[in-house]
């Protein structure tokens, strides 16, 4: 009589352990099925609210003026033109001229830029990553003290610094102060992702026979370009997007910038639309190459370089 109870004990606790776990995982897997959705929904909305503003941009600019200005507004034209291209593209005119000549500009000054920020960071970020001397850590936690301020801040001292050097009214003048903005986080970004590259490779390389430029050029150089695209790229981004240094240091109007450039759509009574987008399109366009070919390099440098090892 005492034997059949132990039994069904014996045989139904297995059951219900194992239908407790086989429940677990269910909700579990719905659980991770519900972030995914919401994960993606996220990206939609992200990805959406990235693309239209570019889709409007480049279907108002393939309008006429009138159509531009027509209220409702049409998202597709009816007539669609590429006149704004033509006269921004074209040399012939008086339009198409300034315009090529504030692109060649932009580029001279955000390539000068990243060339010079990318030759000091490189240095720098490696003395603040290899070596300790004293003070280190205070003078690299004060590189970055002059994000702390906006740049409005610094707007009149530097004026009458490059007034000093009589740099105003010349590109140069933008090329220091880029230089001088941007060195801050590139050094940053660096100095992270040469921590976390091992000091025994360099090491190593030493033992062979190698200097300590020989390993580092060898060695380090390679292992680190992800880290020095990225920092390229931000350099060149934040040249080229510049407005208030531009507009002030420079007066003339052969050198100007194409972001301050694009004030000339704008006049007394009315705004020409149609070229004004069209030009920012254009403007656009070297930014979004540039993360589009060197995307993945951008994203490994900020993951490597994020975390130290």
């Known amino acids: 009589m005492t034997a059949t109870p132990t039994t069904e004990t014996s045989t139904t606790a297995p059951a219900a352990s194992e239908r407790r776990p086989a429940t677990a995982r269910r909700k579990s897997r719905k659980q991770r099925s519900g972030w995914v959705v919401a994960g993606w929904i996220y990206m939609a909305l992200l990805l959406l609210f990235t693309l239209v503003p570019m889709l409007w941009m480049l279907l108002t600019s393939i309008k006429a003026q009138f159509a531009a200005l ?11 033109t590429l006149e704004q291209y033509r006269r921004l593209l074209s040399p ?18 955000s390539i000068a830029t990243t060339i010079l920020g990318v030759a000091v960071a490189i240095p720098a970020a490696y003395a603040f990553s290899r070596f300790r001397f004293p ?19 610094f707007l009149m001292p530097l004026f009458l610094m490059m007034r000093w050097l009589h740099l105003v009214n010349t590109q140069w003048s933008l090329i220091l102060t880029y230089l001088t ?3 801050p986080l590139s050094i ?18 030493r033992i062979d026979g190698a200097t300590r430029f020989q390993a580092f050029w060898k060695i380090v150089m390679p292992l680190s370009s992800p880290g020095i695209i990225a920092t390229a790229i931000y350099a060149f981004i934040q040249a080229w997007n510049e407005y208030i240094y531009a507009r002030t240091f420079v007066s003339d109007k052969s050198k100007l910038t194409l972001p301050v450039g694009l004030q000339r759509f704008f006049t007394e009574y009315a705004t020409n639309w149609p070229g004004l987008m069209a030009a920012s399109f254009i ?27």
């Open 70 to 80: 027509q209220y409702p507004p049409q998202w597709i034209p009816e007539e669609p």
């Open 283 to 309: 403007m656009s366009v070297p930014v979004v190459v540039l993360f589009l070919v060197l995307q993945k390099y951008f994203v490994r440098a900020l993951t490597e370089g994020a975390v130290k090892s």
């Open 181 to 183: 903005f941007g060195l």
């Open 92 to 109: 012939a005119g008086d339009v198409g001229r300034d315009f090529l000549r504030y692109l060649v500009n932009s580029l001279w000054v």
């Open 135 to 153: 003070g280190r850590t205070a003078l690299f936690y004060s590189v970055l003290l002059r994000n702390m301020f906006p740049a409005v801040v």
């Open 188 to 205: 940053w970004l660096l100095k992270g992702f040469y921590d976390n590259i091992p000091v025994q490779l360099e090491q190593a390389a």
